[in-house]
């Protein structure tokens, strides 16, 4: 079983999952747009009980923008402001990192590009990846 290990920008908090990825998905939904001040969001969804998170300004910020309506925990860190991971009730037991937090991106690669309904039009995904217009299913 791999680990995967990242951590904010400026260091203060960290995180560790000792898991196989379920999926790596880059997200196009309104919500992650202003979460990360992009396009999109490249995510990694691990199950949730295998996440572990240390440092002191680990904070969290309860989402219902979504369409589901569900809360959907959006965890950052309070001293540099990185979005580090999130996680809710429409997902189940699952967390999903963000990609760019992580120590090691050399292995990331989504085959799944989902909420393409609102995806901005500058961004092109590549011929033959998968894609969702809301979340996959």
Same mark, same amino acid.
């Given at each position: ?10 260091? @203060? ?5 000792? &898991? @196989? ?27 949730? @009980? ?6 002191? +300004? ?6 219902? +923008?979504?369409? +589901?309506?569900?809360?959907? @925990? ?15 009730? !429409? ?14 991106? +050399?292995?990331? &690669? ?16 590549? &011929?033959? !990846? ?8």
């Amino acid at each position: 079983m791999p680990t995967i290990e990242g951590g904010c920008l400026c260091g @203060e908090v960290r995180y560790r999952a000792d &898991a @196989e990825p379920v999926m790596q998905v880059i997200c196009h939904c309104r919500s992650c747009q202003k979460n990360t001040g992009s396009g999109f969001s490249m995510n990694i969804a691990v199950p949730s @009980e295998t996440l572990r998170v240390t440092g002191d +300004s680990h904070k969290m910020y309860v989402d219902r +923008s979504g369409a +589901s309506g569900k809360p959907f @925990e959006r965890h950052f860190c309070g001293a540099c402001g990185s979005p580090i991971f999130g996680s809710g009730d !429409a997902y189940g037991a699952l967390s999903f990192i963000k990609a760019g937090t992580l120590d090691d991106a +050399s292995w990331v &690669a989504p085959s799944l590009h989902i909420w393409c309904a609102e995806k901005l039009p500058c961004i092109d995904i590549p &011929a033959g !990846a998968g894609r969702a217009a809301g979340n996959p299913g």
